[in-house]
Structures are given as structure tokens and as C-alpha cells.
């Protein structure tokens, strides 16, 4: 795309059209931002008049929002173009879609939530399971030790022990 030195646009190719979903008439002058994300707008605009007043490259990462619903996210690049007396004359710029990259990583954010959750769950559950089996083992290594403390035949003393040991 082709502004004037104030961002007004002047120009604007058939690839930015296809991302906006504006005609080249409907982008001119300030026109553009109609297809901005309502979201974006103000901090696009903002944005976009620093550069324009400080001369500043434009660089940024927003969403255009088509008529039919469907959200685009760009990187807009903008630099000045100088005149001979070293003014700015006009900006030029582009647009550059990442809307498969924003959702790649929207979903790889997703599966690392799910992840971790399941992680959480996971120690959770071994957590439980130590303590519910823990205690009846508690009770089971006490009860074998009181036991042995009583008279037994040889067969029930050697089946006490190897309930402890096992238990142990």
C-alpha cells in the first residue's frame, strides 16, 4: 500500500484487498480502518499516527474484520519515503496474513493447557492413590506385628512374616 505524509491512503494492490475485504476505493484516505478489528482500531490508529508524526517505521500486529465475519490477523510494515529536501512524502507499506501461524499458536497453547491439566490430574490422582493406600498398609504392617506377638505354629508365624515383608 501507497499513503501520503499525513497516512492518508493513495494505493492500494489486489492482495490487500483480498486480506481486507475493502475495495480500492473504499481503502482511500482513511477508509482502510472500516475493515479494522473494532478491537484493534484504536491502538492501530494510534500506532499508525506515532509513526506518521515521529517518522518512524510502522510495525505491527493486528486483526481486519471482512463484512462476512471472517477475522485476518497481519503484520503491517510502513516506512517513510523522503523527497529531496528530506521530508516525508508518502509511506509505503504492506500487509503480510498470519492467521495460520496466530492459530497454529492459539492451538499449541490450547494442547499445552491440556497437557499441563493432565499433568495436575495425573499427580492428583497419585497423590490419592498413595494416601488410600498407604493407611490400609499402615493398619496391615501393625496388625502383622501385634501378630507375631502371639503364639503361633511354625506355617502361621512364616505366613505373618511374609505378610510383612510384603506389605514392608
Not at 471482512?66 to 500487509?95: C, H, M, P, Y
Not at 497423590?127 to 501393625?142: C, F, K, Y
Request: with cysteine; aromatic share 8%.
Amino acid at each position: 500500500f501507497l499513503t501520503d505524509a499525513d497516512g492518508g491512503c493513495t494505493y492500494v494492490n489486489e492482495r490487500w484487498c483480498e486480506i481486507t475485504g475493502l475495495s480500492t476505493a473504499e481503502a482511500t484516505g482513511h477508509g482502510w480502518t472500516a475493515s479494522m478489528h473494532p478491537a484493534d482500531r484504536a491502538p492501530v490508529r494510534a500506532a499508525w499516527h506515532a509513526a506518521v508524526e515521529t517518522e518512524q517505521p510502522f510495525h505491527l500486529r493486528y486483526r481486519f474484520m471482512r463484512s462476512d465475519g471472517r477475522e485476518t490477523w497481519v503484520v503491517g510494515n510502513a516506512v517513510a519515503q523522503r523527497g529531496l529536501n528530506g521530508r516525508t512524502t508518502a509511506w509505503i507499506g504492506t500487509i503480510t496474513d498470519v492467521t495460520d501461524s496466530m492459530q497454529q499458536a492459539a492451538e499449541l497453547e490450547r494442547a499445552k493447557s491440556e497437557a499441563e491439566a493432565a499433568a495436575r490430574a495425573k499427580s492428583l490422582f497419585l497423590a490419592n492413590m498413595s494416601h488410600e493406600i498407604r493407611t490400609p498398609l499402615n493398619a496391615v504392617i501393625g496388625m502383622t506385628t501385634l501378630l507375631q506377638d502371639t503364639p503361633m505354629s511354625e506355617d502361621q508365624r512364616d505366613f505373618a512374616q511374609t505378610i510383612q515383608s510384603s506389605s514392608e
